[in-house]
Protein backbone atom coordinates (compact mmCIF):
# COMPACT_ATOMS: atom_id res chain seq x y z
CA UNK A 1 0.00 0.00 0.00
CA UNK A 2 1.36 3.48 -1.05
CA UNK A 3 1.67 6.18 1.67
CA UNK A 4 0.13 8.94 1.28
CA UNK A 5 0.59 12.50 1.94
CA UNK A 6 -0.84 15.60 2.31
CA UNK A 7 1.46 18.41 0.63
CA UNK A 8 0.50 20.71 4.10
CA UNK A 9 2.35 17.96 5.34
CA UNK A 10 5.36 17.71 2.89
CA UNK A 11 5.60 22.07 3.90
CA UNK A 12 5.95 21.37 7.49
CA UNK A 13 8.20 18.95 6.82
CA UNK A 14 10.44 20.84 4.63
CA UNK A 15 10.49 23.77 7.08
CA UNK A 16 11.48 21.42 10.06
CA UNK A 17 14.08 19.98 8.04
CA UNK A 18 15.74 23.77 7.00
CA UNK A 19 15.35 24.71 10.40
CA UNK A 20 17.45 21.16 11.51
CA UNK A 21 19.77 21.97 9.18
CA UNK A 22 20.55 25.15 10.21
CA UNK A 23 20.82 24.15 13.82
CA UNK A 24 17.82 26.13 14.32
CA UNK A 25 15.13 23.82 15.34
CA UNK A 26 12.43 25.04 17.57
CA UNK A 27 10.12 23.45 19.48
CA UNK A 28 7.06 24.44 17.69
CA UNK A 29 8.40 23.49 14.32
CA UNK A 30 8.74 20.04 15.71
CA UNK A 31 5.44 19.99 17.54
CA UNK A 32 4.18 21.51 14.45
CA UNK A 33 5.28 18.59 12.53
CA UNK A 34 4.25 15.28 15.07
CA UNK A 35 1.29 16.65 15.27
CA UNK A 36 0.46 16.89 11.55
CA UNK A 37 1.80 13.43 11.59
CA UNK A 38 -0.04 11.98 13.48
CA UNK A 39 -3.68 13.60 12.62
CA UNK A 40 -2.79 13.00 9.08
CA UNK A 41 -1.80 8.94 9.78
CA UNK A 42 -5.24 8.75 11.88
CA UNK A 43 -7.32 10.34 9.11
CA UNK A 44 -5.94 8.26 6.05
CA UNK A 45 -5.82 4.98 8.57
CA UNK A 46 -2.18 4.50 7.82
CA UNK A 47 0.70 3.84 10.08
CA UNK A 48 1.87 7.01 11.78
CA UNK A 49 5.53 5.42 11.88
CA UNK A 50 4.71 4.63 7.85
CA UNK A 51 3.83 8.48 7.62
CA UNK A 52 6.47 9.96 9.06
CA UNK A 53 9.01 7.63 7.25
CA UNK A 54 7.59 8.15 4.08
CA UNK A 55 7.46 11.90 4.74
CA UNK A 56 11.26 12.26 5.90
CA UNK A 57 12.57 10.09 2.28
CA UNK A 58 10.29 12.37 0.24
CA UNK A 59 11.52 15.88 1.83
CA UNK A 60 14.96 14.72 2.87
CA UNK A 61 15.66 12.38 0.00
CA UNK A 62 13.96 13.87 -2.76
CA UNK A 63 17.04 13.98 -5.18
CA UNK A 64 17.57 10.45 -4.40
CA UNK A 65 17.19 7.78 -6.94
CA UNK A 66 17.71 4.75 -4.89
Same mark, same amino acid.
Given at each position: ?? /??????? /? &???????????????? /?????? !? %??? !???? =?K??? %? =???? !? &? %???????????D??
Amino acid at each position: MA /IELADEL /I &ELERAAWAEQQAGALT /IPTALA !V %QTA !VTTH =SKATD %Q =SRYD !V &E %QELKRVVRHAGDDG
